[in-house]
């Protein structure tokens, strides 16, 4: 599953300069076809609604290998999709467009960073794309995909 937060659906209008052009459907789109290339089968998902995520990770439970997250800005704020994410028993990647770490100091840490595998942050739509490979290569790895 490809899980993606609060705003994402103004990506491409909404701050270009730090989010880039690429919109969400073109995003999911070639996410979509860069996995069946692969083998794997991606469901895309994105929310505004705190509550919309958390269900959908309780959902991958069932239904998902793995996750690619961009929690946005809930990644900063929300105790609750952090336990959602360790209570979906799935191996996460995060990704961030821009690079947190180089932005305000409330951005530098989020609070989903330390259940993912591991963070991809401040490569634009191109970490969606190195997510998904080492997401796929993680559950190589482990024999589940
Ligand atoms: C973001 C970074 C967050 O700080 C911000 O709230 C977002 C997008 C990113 O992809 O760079 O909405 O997750």
């Given at each position: 599953m490809m899980l993606n937060g609060p705003n994402l659906n103004l990506l491409g209008?909404?701050?270009p300069e730090l989010y880039g052009r690429t919109t969400l459907d073109a995003l999911e789109a070639d996410m979509t076809a860069r996995a069946a290339e692969a083998g794997a089968e991606l469901l895309c998902v994105q929310s505004?609604?705190?509550g919309t995520l958390i269900d959908a990770l309780h959902d991958a439970r069932q239904s998902c290998d793995g996750v690619i997250l961009n929690p946005a800005g809930y990644g900063h704020t929300s105790v609750a999709l952090r336990d959602a994410l360790i209570a979906c028993e799935r191996p996460a990647v995060e990704v961030h467009l821009s690079?947190?770490?180089r932005r305000e100091p409330f951005r530098h840490k989020t609070l989903t960073a330390d259940v993912a595998i591991g963070t991809i942050s401040g490569f634009g739509v191109l970490g969606y794309?190195?997510?998904?490979?080492?997401?796929?290569?993680?559950?190589?790895?482990l024999g589940e995909h």
């Open positions: 209008a909404r701050e505004n609604h705190e690079n947190i770490a794309r190195l997510a998904l490979q080492a997401l796929l290569a993680h559950l190589d790895a």
